[in-house]
């Protein structure tokens, strides 16, 4: 049986600490989650060492057992150059006693097929689904399982569903209208050993409009010709449902003042019927490639506004 280095698959130090080894593991599992590798075999067995990786290094207790194999085992390879054949692996094998209970990956939910290596096994006493040691009773602990669910402005503003797969089960997720950032949809008892799946809602960027304290509100940039901006009037405003509205300019409005528009944002979670607000935010734009006249013009004003002052 061969050593296995999760700290090198994590791309951690050995002395890492617990956040950077949830940052670490975050984005490998992004980068190499099947979603993102269709039918990529070599994605799916590093997102399969991924996820034992972290399934040791995030739980204390493993990692403390793991930290201690690791030390006899380098020992071991300074002094008989690292045959794996000659390592004494029964003292670290869980069948010696001791239970562990099998924490889970919510990723291996939504049908990675993630297996534990022979490694993990032997040294964790575990298949996967939560086996326990040779002649101790099983302990399995349930626990809520978490899975990051993106969606955009639009679908917050009218709902959203998506389909995730569970072995040969699917599951249909539904997004409330006003979902925001931190949003959790549960699912009970389709979570590790009998816990909740908790689907936790982040709000894409979007290329016209941003949240204003994390939602209801909105906030778009507005273009105010100089004209209008100085005398007054209409310009048009997008919305997040895809129509304009008419926005009354005051005359003499400053470029980054904001203009708010009543019921113009996403809705209110669970209060599906109330809508947050829109705030226009105006950009004076200054008039380009003026002609000559146009600039007498503003040369003109410029004497009166001097005279005046």
């Given amino acids: 049986m061969d050593y296995k280095d999760y700290y090198k698959i ?42 034992e990786a972290n399934e040791v290094l995030g739980d204390s207790t493993k990692r403390s057992k793991y930290d ?6 380098n020992r071991y390879q300074q002094q008989y150059g690292g045959d794996p054949g000659g390592f004494d692996w029964s003292q670290w094998t869980a069948n010696r006693g001791g239970t562990y209970t099998y924490s889970g990956d919510l990723n291996d939910i939504f049908g990675s ?11 964790f006493g575990m298949s996967g689904q939560g086996a326990t040691p040779r002649g101790r009773a099983s302990r399995v602990t349930t626990r809520d399982a978490e899975h990051e669910v993106e969606i955009t402005l639009e679908e917050s503003l009218h709902g ?37 799946l ?36 209409e310009t048009p405003v997008p ?13 003499e409005s ?8 009543r019921g113009k ?20 734009q200054v008039p380009k490639n003026i002609t000559a006249q146009e600039k007498i013009l503003f040369e003109q004003l410029a004497k009166m506004r001097n005279n005046e002052e």
């Fill in 160 to 196: 959203a569903a998506r389909l995730l797969s569970k072995g040969s089960r699917k599951l249909e997720v539904k997004i409330p209208k006003g979902a925001k950032n931190g949003t959790k949809v549960r699912f009970a008892g389709e979570g590790v050993d009998g816990g909740n």
């Fill in 10 to 51: 994590l791309g951690v130090e050995k002395g890492a600490s617990e956040a950077e080894i949830k940052s670490a593991y975050r984005k490998l599992a992004k980068q190499y989650h099947p979603d993102k590798n269709l039918g990529d075999k070599k994605a799916e067995e590093k997102f399969k060492e991924i996820n």
């Fill in 239 to 251: 919305t997040l449902d895809g129509s304009d509205v008419k926005l009354k300019i005051l005359a």
């Fill in 254 to 261: 400053s470029s980054g003042q904001l203009i708010r528009l």
């Fill in 265 to 284: 944002g996403l809705p209110k979670l669970r209060e599906a019927d109330e809508r947050g607000d829109l705030y226009a935010r105006l950009s004076i």
């Fill in 113 to 123: 097929g993630a297996g534990f290596s022979d490694f993990f096994q032997q040294i």
């Fill in 68 to 73: 201690q194999l690791g030390a006899q085992w």
């Fill in 198 to 233: 908790l689907l936790v809602v982040k709000l894409t960027d979007h290329p016209k409009f941003k949240l204003r304290d994390e939602g209801p509100d909105l906030e778009v940039d507005v273009s105010v010709d100089l004209y209008t901006a100085v005398l007054g009037g």
